[in-house]
């Protein structure tokens, strides 16, 4: 069955290490998107990518980086992590548009 | 701003119906979609409503769109201990979908 993979499923790291998140879908989707969800907040966009070479930013992209280098994988890199970015994040992917969409079981990630 | 709003919790008796609200800020959102989040996982689409629909019904689910006071509403029909979870509805705007903070439901017995 296709699917959506994340790595690591939880991670710890120190303010000031870069980060990479994994994502990886099977669903051979051109558009995936990475979302942080944090209390009271819901689910808010970091990056997304419609294609191979696109990528865009969401409403919350100071300090991340994502690159699309093939149709199955988008990671996304915290440059210098911070304690502000310690959140669940969650990447998916849709086939046509950005409404229906295809949730990885997220990445939890502590910066201490 | 782009803010979908959600009351943050509901609570509801097993058996009894649930109604989950949410106002949403883009008057041309073609779709508006209800995501349900169980927990330790990630969003699963539940159901979604074309924008020149007033309602959908699916089985126990019903959705209410009111695009004149841009409201939308989950209704869940004979509440299950399964259907504890967080609600999220979304919109789309500019192509990209925007969630509301998500509706936690509890059922308790």
């Known amino acids: 069955d296709a699917e959506i993979t994340q790595s690591p499923r939880h991670k710890i790291t120190e303010t000031g290490r870069q980060v990479t998140l994994a994502c990886h879908q099977t669903?051979?989707?051109?558009?995936m998107f990475w979302y942080r969800q944090d209390l009271g907040h819901g689910l808010r966009l970091i990056h997304y990518s419609y294609g191979v070479q696109d990528t865009n930013k969401g409403e919350v992209s100071d300090g991340y980086s994502v690159s699309r280098s093939n149709t199955e994988d988008l990671p996304l890199t915290l440059e210098s992590a911070a304690s502000s970015q310690t959140s669940v994040y969650f990447c998916?992917?849709?086939?046509?548009?950005?409404?229906?969409?295809?949730f990885g079981e997220g990445s939890r990630l502590t910066v201490l | 701003g782009e803010d979908v709003e959600q009351s943050l919790f509901l609570s509801v008796r097993e058996g009894d119906s649930s109604v989950i609200n949410c106002t949403y800020t883009d008057s041309s959102s073609t779709y508006l979609y209800w995501y349900k989040q169980e927990p330790g996982a990630g969003l699963q689409l539940l159901t979604y409503?074309?924008?020149?629909?007033d309602m959908k019904q699916d089985q126990r689910l019903t959705v209410l769109l009111n695009k004149k006071d841009k409201h939308l509403s989950l209704r869940i029909a004979d509440t299950q201990t399964g259907d504890s979870a967080i609600y999220f509805c979304a919109e789309t705007v500019h192509n990209k979908l925007i969630f509301g903070a998500g509706t936690r439901l509890a059922v308790h017995p």
């Open positions: 998916a992917s849709s086939a046509a548009g950005p409404g229906e969409l295809f």
């Open positions: 409503i074309f924008s020149n629909m």
């Open positions: 669903w051979n989707h051109n558009n």
